[in-house]
């Protein structure tokens, strides 16, 4: 037997922002609220468990210092990368510069806090 990701936990100085931002992007929504200001959001029809990890936003006040040792990849579901791209630069992802040479195949992007990630080339099939 083998470990599973189950969730994905993000400090944010703004979970609420960060909580919406994410939804947005996958298609999901809040599962739950926890005293300390913590959101998880997750897959609406599964929640918690189900073959997607959820993401909780933890509330942190302290400014983040040096490089993401971590970061998300995405894929689109229903549209090509360059749409993809335009509507995640609608919802308030801005691009980053990570060192990247413009050769590669994806886009490295920031979610409204600064946390990068990245924009595959491949669409994948919607779960």
Not at 15 to 31: D, H, K, M, N, T
Not at 41 to 65: A, K, Y
Not at 98 to 103: A, D, I, R
Request: negative net charge; charged residues 25%; aromatic residues 4%.
């Amino acid at each position: 037997m083998a470990c599973r990701i189950s969730e994905l936990v993000i400090e944010a100085a703004d979970a609420e922002r960060l909580a919406a931002f994410w939804s947005q992007v996958l298609g999901y929504a809040e599962i739950g609220r926890e005293d300390d200001g913590s959101i998880e959001i997750g897959p609406p029809d599964t929640g918690f468990g189900g073959p997607q990890p959820t993401i909780v936003l933890s509330p942190n006040s302290e400014p983040r210092t040096g490089k993401l040792r971590l970061h998300i990849d995405v894929s689109a579901t229903d549209r090509d990368q360059d749409a993809e791209l335009e509507r995640l630069l609608a919802l308030g992802a801005r691009t980053a510069d990570v060192g990247q040479t413009g050769e590669e195949s994806w886009h490295v992007l920031a979610d409204p806090e600064g946390n990068e990630f990245c924009l595959l080339r491949a669409r994948i099939p919607a779960l």
